[in-house]
């Protein structure tokens, strides 16, 4: 799986939105991106995923640069949960179920009232 | 979302003695379930790999024989630590993924495992 590189830590001020960048130079044209995070003491809890296209959900919305070297994660309106490392994945998608999840060191995002 | 539950959520041991934690995949047949293992503001590490009704996939460097994995079912898969010592506590985590189209992976909320 490609390598990622995140920024170790990231500051956030209640109800301005976040955004944490991924580097992912290395990715193949069939690796996915994945964003999980994890708040102290929790297992990690998925947020998003993406190939080519921006994508968005309840909780997130992912930015892919066109060359797909890097995304960005927004967190439209961070709020004191929110607080938590967050983890770039790249992940090869072949549609079988051989692949694995290999976690970084993530970003610690804290987000401030 | 899919939910993985973890049993115990916190266990204190006795150095020597063996433990063991269950992972259950409470509204879905999970084909596939891993164990990870974190130390304190660490990352997450893969230990293994396990497929119902499969021996687990170990990766490298952790003991198969001091970590044995049973999946026996499409819905719980167990990890033991056997003879635990003090260097073994840390935040055990599991993971199930799903069979079919999104195949996505669920995380439990961990287990504090402690060896006094």
């Known amino acids: 799986d490609a390598k990622t590189t995140q920024p170790t830590s990231m500051d956030c001020a209640e109800g301005r939105a976040a955004n944490l960048p991924c580097n992912h130079s290395t990715i193949s044209g069939n690796e996915y991106v994945y964003w999980y995070r994890q708040i102290h003491s929790q297992g990690p809890q998925y947020i998003i995923h993406g190939l080519k296209n921006n994508e968005t959900n309840e909780m997130a919305s992912l930015i892919i640069t066109e060359d797909r070297k890097s995304s960005t994660l927004i967190l439209p309106h961070a709020t004191l949960r929110d607080t938590a490392v967050y983890y770039c994945?790249?992940?090869?998608?072949?549609?079988?179920?051989?692949?694995?999840?290999?976690f970084g060191k993530g970003t610690l995002l804290t987000v401030n009232p | 979302g899919a939910v993985v539950s973890q049993h115990p959520s916190w266990v204190i041991c006795k150095s020597g003695t063996s433990v063991k934690i269950e992972c259950r995949s409470l509204?879905?047949?999970?084909?596939?379930m891993f164990w990870y293992r974190q130390f304190p503001k660490q990352s997450l590490m893969l230990m293994a790999t396990s497929n119902e009704g499969s021996k687990a996939t170990y990766e490298q460097g952790v003991e198969k024989d001091k970590f044995l994995i049973n999946h026996a079912s499409l819905t719980l898969s167990t990890l033991t630590v056997t003879s635990a010592h003090p260097e073994d506590s840390s935040f055990y985590i599991c993971?199930?993924?799903?069979?079919?189209?999104?195949?996505?992976?669920?995380f439990g909320p961990g287990t504090r495992l402690t060896v006094l």
């Open positions: 993971s199930a993924r799903t069979s079919g189209l999104y195949n996505e992976q669920f």
């Open positions: 994945i790249v992940r090869v998608d072949s549609g079988g179920s051989n692949y694995k999840l290999t």
């Open positions: 509204d879905f047949q999970a084909t596939t």
